[in-house]
């Protein structure tokens, strides 16, 4: 079973540009996750997208915005990239089963704002 | 708030020293404990989910336990291919979000 892929790998930016980040979960995973990584701050989490609707959010500024389709397929957006947006992007898609909750990461997407 | 410490921050053993990383919680209501390996520049690497306390999950050199505070991840006899860092996370009830620790950097010297 294929994993959790992410488009692009990698992606520089200049400051004040947008961008969009996609990824497609894992085969029959509904829900899709998305957080932020740096040095200083660790894995943070952005939103939650289950069958097209955003379930949770995170503390972050409207600036980052996602959504889902109706394949569970998701794309997240950053608008009027900052030097502070400079980070790796992971997807994470989960499945709740008859033994629990598990939930996989993609490899991400290292954006880097000059 | 929810909340993960993990400790230490960075550990170095030799190849066959066996030894803990420790992931202490705060949380409203645990509907699970996660445990996930990330090499460098790569996403993280599910291990396991751990759901009640006295609960054991193992997967060849490593182990996990779980306590009403905390969570251990113990390493037998580890190989140099054991190193990375070792991110903890806990779920509450009715939240989708992981909430994660800073990481545990191990490195396991030949």
């Known amino acids: 079973k294929a994993g959790v892929t992410q488009t692009p790998r990698y992606l520089i930016k200049t400051r004040g540009q947008q961008v969009t980040l996609s990824c497609s979960p894992i085969s029959g995973h509904r829900s899709v996750s998305w957080y932020q990584q740096t040095p200083g701050q660790g894995l943070q989490f952005l939103f939650e997208y289950f069958s097209e609707t955003q379930r949770n959010k995170g503390n972050f500024p409207g600036r980052f915005s996602g959504r889902q389709f109706s394949n569970s397929r998701s794309e997240m957006n950053v608008s009027t990239l900052e030097l502070g947006d400079s980070a790796l992007y992971l997807c994470?898609?989960?499945?709740?089963?008859?033994?629990?909750?598990?939930?996989?990461f993609g490899p991400g997407t290292r954006l880097t704002v000059t | 708030e929810d909340q993960v410490t993990q400790s230490p921050e960075a550990l170095r053993l030799q190849e066959g020293e066996s030894s803990s990383l420790n992931c202490s919680y705060t949380?409203?209501?645990?509907?699970?404990l996660f445990w996930y390996r990330q090499d460098p520049g790569k996403g993280p690497e599910f291990l396991f989910t751990?759901?009640?306390a006295g609960e054991e999950k193992e997967k060849e050199r490593l182990k996990a336990t779980l306590t009403k505070k905390e969570s251990f991840l113990h390493i037998t006899a580890p190989k140099p291919e054991d190193s990375a860092t070792y991110l903890c996370?806990?779920?509450?009830?009715?939240?989708?979000?992981?909430?994660f620790g800073q990481g545990t950097r191990l490195t396991i010297n030949p």
């Open positions: 751990l759901y009640s």
């Open positions: 996370a806990v779920q509450a009830w009715g939240a989708q979000k992981l909430v």
């Open positions: 949380v409203s209501g645990l509907r699970g």
């Open positions: 994470a898609s989960s499945l709740v089963t008859s033994g629990g909750y598990e939930q996989y």
